[in-house]
């Protein structure tokens, strides 16, 4: 995880240690993440533990957007209609079989397994290309707060994490087309907010389209994918024109607004 700032996590815990790794040094290794036992949940923690939180959260290094909302947590939080929804067999079906001269060749440019490979893959519907993205593309990733439900958590989603989008969120009509089109569980992050990078210099990905993903909430239905995606391992600061190590979270997340684009917002 070297170079990257923040992990991702899928409900409502919060790492107070891991606010501070942060403030210090805007990096957290593997080494320094604390037990899972030492998470608490924000949603049900006491007004101590909560001020705890508040505290942290109001440094200026660690200090999230005011919009940015926690993640609903897994098995707890019914969503009576999930934005994107569709009915199993109507979505972008992911990949169970794998080129294996595509898997050879990930491998060795990204220094996987060929296992961890086709688990990435399995994001993934129809064809995968390795590619190389050129200096100036612009990339885009949804993060949201803290969840429960991960081995380990910390302040966001990693911000420069392992999937990003070529387009803006705020490109979608709404947050139900949004989610439909790249199958971004609400469990995964609270999506009001996204971070925008330039790349400063070429960077290998995997690129293709989307795979549709399984609603435990609603059985029967998915968000059907379609949209592009790349997966980019180990993305650093050094990729990038404008670095975000180090930053003030409320510098570095941009607030989504659906439909933006279309009506001429800027």
């Known amino acids: 995880m070297a170079g990257t700032s923040y992990s991702r996590t899928a409900g409502h815990a919060i790492l107070p240690g891991t606010w501070e790794f942060v403030r210090r040094r805007g990096n ?40 940015l909302q926690f993640a609903l947590a897994n098995g707890r939080d019914a969503l009576s209609d999930y934005p994107g929804a569709a009915p199993l067999g109507t979505g972008a079906v992911a990949l169970d079989t794998f080129d294996p001269a595509l898997v050879a060749r990930a491998a060795a440019k990204f220094g996987m ?21 050129l200096p100036g593309q612009e990339l885009y990733r949804t993060v949201g707060l803290t969840a429960t439900g991960a081995l380990y958590g910390s302040v966001t989603n990693k911000i420069l994490g392992n999937y990003w989008e070529p387009v803006c969120p705020d490109e979608y009509d709404d947050v139900g087309h949004w989610r439909a089109s790249t199958a ?65 979270l409320k510098n570095i997340i941009r607030r989504t607004v659906f439909g933006a684009r279309t009506r001429g917002t800027p």
Do not use: C
């Not at 925008?196 to 290998?204: D, G, H, I, K, S």
């Not at 690129?207 to 993305?235: C, H, K, M, S, Y």
């Open 28 to 67: 957290v290794p593997d080494s320094d993440l604390l037990d899972p036992a030492e998470r608490y949940d924000y949603d049900t923690v006491n007004a101590d533990k909560r001020a705890e939180f508040d505290r942290l959260a109001a440094r200026d290094l660690t200090e999230p957007p005011e919009f």
């Open 184 to 248: 971004v569980l609400a469990e995964w992050n609270g999506d009001y907010g996204y971070v925008r990078v330039q790349l400063a210099r070429p960077v290998a990905v995997l690129a293709g389209t989307v795979g549709q993903q399984d609603l435990n909430r609603q059985p029967g239905q998915v968000l059907p994918g379609g949209a592009q995606q790349f997966f980019i391992p180990r993305l650093v600061d050094a990729d990038l024109v404008t670095p975000v190590t180090g930053q003030p």
């Open 113 to 133: 397994t060929a296992q961890k490979v086709e688990d990435e893959l399995r994001k993934f519907s129809g064809a995968v290309q390795l590619v190389e993205l």
